[in-house]
């Protein structure tokens, strides 16, 4: 092969492959490629831990009494058994006070997100009620016939269910 052949396959061989700074070009994009990736998903997954970080705030001061409030029921229930089984002939003033103490507590809690649940002539839900008992009543079966302890929700979370009594249908002998 002469000397000119040879500079030109030199030349066509330079030619073909790239040279170091296109390589290091190259090397240099990909990397910022990634790097540009990644800060996408970093910042998005910062702007997903602070969405959850105000939410999880809001269901603290939501949520966070939850005990209190559970605790506070059982007062108002004690309350409303002493109404109930408050003599008839005993002092008028007493009775009519306990009820204004029962109906501002009850206010109060309600004004907290406390909310009672229906129940009597409902049809039994057992994420709402808990069974305690099945009666004969002429309300149809699976209906709720009796409450036995009230529930409560709290901002539409459950915090305490029903005690009721279901009925189990007509008594046998007014079954036809």
């Not at 408050?86 to 206010?107: E, H, I, N, T």
């Not at 409450?147 to 009594?165: D, F, I, M, N």
């Amino acid at each position: 092969m002469d000397e000119a052949q040879a500079t030109t396959a030199t030349a066509s061989a330079v030619e073909a492959a790239p040279d170091a700074s296109q390589i290091k070009i190259a090397e240099l994009e990909k990397k910022l490629k990634e790097a540009d990736q990644k800060y996408v998903y970093l910042y998005a997954e910062f702007e997903n831990f602070k969405k959850r970080a105000v939410k999880e705030r809001q269901d603290t001061i939501k949520f966070g009494w939850e005990n209190v409030a559970n605790g506070m029921l059982d007062v108002l229930d004690n309350l409303n058994r002493a109404l109930t089984h408050a003599r008839p002939d005993g002092d008028p003033s007493l009775v009519a006070g306990l009820k204004m103490v029962s109906q501002q507590f009850q206010s109060t809690l309600e004004k907290q997100g406390v909310a009672e649940i229906n129940t009597v002539d409902q049809a039994f839900n057992p994420e709402l009620h808990e069974g305690v008992g099945q009666i004969p009543s002429e309300k149809p079966e699976g209906t709720i016939a009796q409450e036995a302890q009230k529930g409560y929700t709290l901002h539409g979370r459950l915090l305490r269910p029903s005690r009721v009594l279901i009925s189990s249908g007509k008594p046998a002998n007014q079954q036809i």
